[in-house]
Every structure is written in structure tokens, then in C-alpha cells.
């Protein structure tokens, strides 16, 4: 007759390594924080519009709404409405400088756990003087 094995008993998490692994996930959101944010406020291609270039803008439609067709009344709200929002998207634009802080105390003990090259994290779209701070080196 053959006798069952039982499962080991799991031994309990140590403090230390409970405590790593909380280090772990807090400088993972510290990277995802920064990278999240240099992405939403990437520098779009082009001419950089201003809010002053775009009430300047704004007001030539509103000019130009007064004696246009219905097809041209369509397409000038349209990029009416497309002016008003990217006007209100740059009062919205919030400061990353928290996020950048976050990211200099835990990048290079993340990327030395995860095997981040510097040219790795200069392809992100990095700032070497931030990865200088960070204390990453090539």
C-alpha cells in the first residue's frame, strides 16, 4: 500500500524578505510613475503651438464663423472645439518633478535587479542628467 506524501509545511515569509519585496514593487511603480509621465508629456513633432498662437487662432474662427457656409461652419467649430481642448490640455500639464525624484531614489537598484543597461534606459527617452543623478552610468 502506498502511503500519501505530504505537502512540506510552507515556511513563513522572513521580515527582510518581505521587506524586499516590498522595496521591489515600490521602486517597479517609481519606474512605471516616471516613464508614464515622460510619455504623456512627450514633445509632440512640429511647430509647437502656444497658448497665445492658439487664442490668436481661436479668434480668426470666430471671425471666420460669422459669414461661412454651413459645410465651412462645420469644420471651423470642429477645429474650434479641437483648439479648445489642446488649449485646456496645456493649463492641465502637471509637473513630473515629484515622479523624477521617486525615479532617481529607486532606478539603480531596479535596474540593476531587472539588468537595465544605461543605453536601455537612454533609449526611454531618459535625460542623461537624470540618469547621472540616479547614479547610472554607462
Not at 11 to 34: C, D, F, I, Q, T
Not at 56 to 82: F, M, S
Request: glycine share 6%; proline share 4%.
Amino acid at each position: 500500500m502506498a502511503t500519501a506524501k505530504k505537502a512540506p509545511k510552507k515556511k513563513p515569509m522572513s521580515n527582510e524578505h518581505k521587506a524586499a519585496l516590498a522595496r521591489g514593487r515600490e521602486h517597479g511603480r517609481a519606474v512605471k510613475n516616471y516613464l508614464e509621465a515622460l510619455s504623456a508629456n512627450k514633445p509632440k513633432r512640429g511647430r509647437k503651438r502656444t497658448p497665445d498662437s492658439i487664442n490668436k487662432r481661436l479668434h480668426i474662427i470666430a471671425e471666420e464663423l460669422d459669414g461661412a457656409d454651413p459645410l465651412n461652419t462645420l469644420l471651423l467649430t470642429q477645429e474650434q472645439a479641437n483648439l479648445e481642448t489642446e488649449l485646456g490640455q496645456m493649463e492641465d500639464r502637471f509637473d513630473i518633478t515629484d515622479y523624477e525624484a521617486a525615479f532617481v531614489e529607486s532606478a539603480a537598484e531596479y535596474g540593476e535587479s531587472k539588468g537595465i543597461t544605461y543605453n536601455t534606459w537612454r533609449r526611454m527617452g531618459i535625460e542623461p542628467t537624470v540618469l547621472k543623478a540616479a547614479g547610472i552610468t554607462r
